[in-house]
C-alpha cells in the first residue's frame, strides 16, 4: 500500500516537474520541410484540378467527387468530422451542397477556435468552348491544397485551442456555403478567435517570392503578428482595397455575420496570372514550387499563432 502511495506521489510530482514540451516552441521553419513536401502539394493540386473533376460544380457532380477526395483525406490524416460525415449540407438551386468541415484534436466549447479555410468549388464545364473543363487551379485548387497540407501538420500537434478546417462549396455562387457555415456557427455559439482563408496562392507575387498579400490589411493586426513571425511573408497590394477584395471571398461571411477578423491570403495580384475564371487555369500554369513554399510559411506562422494563443485584434474604424 505504502508503495503504491509513493509511485503515486512520485508520479505525480514527475507530472509538476515535466510537463510534456510543446516541439512547436523550438520548430524552425526549415524543420517543417519534410512534413509539407512538394510532392505532396504537387499531387494533391493535380488531384483536385483534374479533368474527371469537371471544375469541382455541383451540379454535374465534380464537386462531389473533390468532396470524397477531400473526405479520405482527412480521415487518412487524423482530422475528424467536426458534423456527421464532415458535411454541413445546404441547399442551392434545387441542389443539396455541402461545406465539409473537420477538427484537429478534440473539440472544447470552453476555449476559443481558429478557423482555416479555402473553397473547393469551381465554375463547372462550358460546353460552348473548345477546352470546356474549368479546372480551377488556381481558383482554389491551390488554397484547398494549402488547408489540407496545413491541417494535416497541425493534426501530428496537441493544441490549447480549437482549430477546425473548412472546404467551402459554393463560393464561386456568392458565398454561399460560407455565409450558411457561418450562420450555423453563430447560432451554435462557437467562439471563433479569427479566420484565415487562403484563395490562389500558385502563382508568384509580383514583389518577390514566397510571399502573400491580406485582403483587410488594415482591418486587423493581422499581417503585423504573421510578419513578426516571418518578416515580409504577408505584403499589402493597393489593388487588393481598390477592388475591396475582403468583400470578394470567403472570409466575407465570417467577418459580417460573426464580427470577427476573418481575412484571405493570396497571391494572385492582377499582374501574375492569365488565367482567372478561365479553362486555361491549369496546374501547368503555376509555379508549384512557390506554392509550396508558401504553404510551408503559412502552416508555420499558424502554428506558432496558434501555440501563443495571439489573439487578433480588428480595427472597427475600417468597418
Ligand atoms: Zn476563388
Known amino acids: 500500500?505504502?508503495?503504491?502511495?509513493?509511485?503515486?506521489?512520485?508520479?505525480?510530482?514527475?507530472?509538476?516537474?515535466?510537463?510534456?514540451?510543446?516541439?512547436?516552441?523550438?520548430?524552425?521553419?526549415?524543420?517543417?520541410?519534410?512534413?509539407?513536401?512538394?510532392?505532396?502539394?504537387?499531387?494533391?493540386?493535380?488531384?483536385?484540378?483534374?479533368?474527371?473533376?469537371?471544375?469541382?460544380?455541383t451540379k454535374n457532380g465534380g464537386f462531389a467527387k473533390a468532396a470524397d477526395f477531400v473526405t479520405s483525406y482527412f480521415e487518412s490524416n487524423n482530422i475528424r468530422p467536426f458534423y456527421p460525415n464532415y458535411r454541413d449540407s445546404l441547399q442551392i438551386d434545387g441542389v443539396i451542397s455541402y461545406n465539409l468541415v473537420g477538427q484537429i484534436g478534440d473539440f472544447d466549447p470552453?476555449?476559443?477556435?481558429?478557423?482555416?479555410?479555402?473553397?473547393?468549388?469551381?465554375?463547372?464545364?462550358?460546353?460552348?468552348?473548345?477546352?470546356?473543363?474549368?479546372?480551377?487551379?488556381?481558383?482554389?485548387?491551390?488554397?484547398?491544397?494549402?488547408?489540407?497540407?496545413?491541417?494535416?501538420?497541425?493534426?501530428?500537434?496537441?493544441?490549447d485551442q480549437n482549430i477546425?478546417?473548412?472546404?467551402?462549396?459554393?463560393e464561386e455562387k456568392g458565398l454561399k456555403g460560407a455565409y450558411h457555415l457561418a450562420e450555423r456557427m453563430k447560432n451554435d455559439h462557437i467562439n471563433l478567435n479569427y479566420m484565415v482563408n487562403f484563395e490562389m496562392i500558385g502563382t508568384v507575387l509580383t514583389s518577390g517570392t514566397n510571399q502573400v498579400y491580406i485582403t483587410g490589411f488594415e482591418r486587423s493586426n493581422m499581417a503585423d503578428v504573421m510578419n513578426s513571425i516571418v518578416p515580409n511573408f504577408v505584403q499589402f497590394l493597393p489593388e487588393a482595397k481598390e477592388f475591396n477584395l475582403f468583400k470578394r471571398s470567403d472570409n466575407y461571411a465570417f467577418y459580417e455575420k460573426m464580427n470577427i477578423p476573418a481575412q484571405t491570403l493570396s497571391s494572385f495580384d492582377f499582374k501574375n496570372f492569365d488565367y482567372y475564371h478561365q479553362a486555361g487555369d491549369e496546374p501547368h500554369q503555376l509555379d508549384i514550387e512557390n506554392m509550396n513554399q508558401i504553404v510551408r510559411t503559412a502552416a508555420f506562422i499558424l502554428a506558432k499563432m496558434i501555440h501563443q494563443k495571439d489573439t487578433i485584434e480588428g480595427y472597427p474604424e475600417f468597418e
Open 164 to 170: 477546425l478546417i473548412a472546404l467551402f462549396a459554393e
Open 1 to 57: 500500500m505504502r508503495l503504491i502511495l509513493i509511485v503515486f506521489v512520485l508520479a505525480l510530482l514527475m507530472g509538476c516537474f515535466n510537463p510534456v514540451q510543446n516541439p512547436i516552441e523550438s520548430l524552425s521553419l526549415e524543420e517543417i520541410h519534410d512534413q509539407i513536401s512538394l510532392s505532396e502539394t504537387k499531387q494533391i493540386l493535380y488531384t483536385l484540378a483534374a479533368d474527371s473533376m469537371k471544375g469541382r460544380d
Open 110 to 159: 470552453t476555449k476559443k477556435t481558429v478557423l482555416l479555410g479555402a473553397h473547393l468549388d469551381h465554375i463547372g464545364i462550358n460546353p460552348q468552348k473548345g477546352d470546356s473543363i474549368y479546372n480551377g487551379a488556381n481558383d482554389n485548387a491551390a488554397g484547398t491544397t494549402a488547408v489540407l497540407q496545413i491541417s494535416r501538420f497541425l493534426a501530428s500537434y496537441d493544441w
